[in-house]
């Protein structure tokens, strides 16, 4: 099962920032959150991850809580093609190295 | 930098026939890859993990027999789904990852192989 939750859908104006949460309540000391995208049908895409820094890349910046219990993809200005579902994903690294992937969120970005 | 490729991106076949999915990680080496299933408006589901030279490990509930799978080097895995009945039909996609010192990094996704079974 999947260990974490997120609201099943948002909608972001375009050119505005989108934030999203994902809550990991249960995630342990070892484990790194990740985020991946999935476009319609296509493979899901690669965006970010973190252990417990913020990290920003060319894509979107994660913002993980202290307690590590939860954490926000924030895409800065987000656009038409941003339009995905997103999948928050906690992974032990250099363990069984599995990605569960849950329900996801669906952002729509709007005109 | 870190592409893979999946090849057919479609296919039709009849019931009965094997189909074979290639994937590829094109600029880099995956000693390890992944094979995920996805139904509509369904998460992907994994069905089996391959490492480079080694037997593929499946999640429970996957059929070894049915669904084949060869890792013969660093940058090719293939999935063969043997007597593809209809409900085989799905969306496939595959999964590379780089495994350095012991620890799997990042998954980098193919676009996805969907198969129609007649």
């Known amino acids: 099962d999947a260990k974490t939750t997120q609201p099943p859908s948002m909608d972001c104006a375009e050119g505005r920032a989108a934030n999203l949460p994902c809550n990991h309540s249960t995630i342990s000391g070892n484990e790194y959150v990740y985020w991946y995208r999935q476009i319609h049908s296509q493979g899901p895409q690669y965006i970010i991850h973190g252990l417990k820094n913020n990290e920003t890349n060319e894509m979107a910046s994660l913002i993980i809580t202290e307690d590590r219990k939860s954490s926000t993809l924030i895409l800065p200005h987000a656009t038409l093609r941003d339009t995905a579902v997103y999948y928050c994903i906690v992974r032990v690294q250099g363990g069984s190295e599995k990605l569960v992937f849950g329900k996801g969120m669906k952002l729509t970005v709007n005109p | ?118």
């Open chain 2, 1 to 118: 930098g870190a592409v893979v490729s999946q090849h057919p991106s479609w296919v039709i076949c009849k019931s009965g026939t094997s189909v074979k999915i290639e994937c590829r990680s094109l600029d880099f080496q995956a000693t390890t890859m992944f094979w995920y299933r996805q139904f509509p408006k369904k998460s992907l589901m994994l069905m089996a993990t391959s490492n480079e030279g080694s037997k593929a490990t499946y999640e429970q509930g996957v059929e070894k027999d049915k669904f084949l799978i060869n890792h013969a080097s660093l940058t090719l895995s293939t999935l063969t789904v043997t007597s593809a009945h209809p409900e085989d039909s799905s969306f496939y996609i595959c999964s590379a990852a780089l495994v350095t010192g012991g620890f799997t990094g990042t998954q980098y996704f193919g676009p996805g192989t969907r198969l129609t079974v007649l």
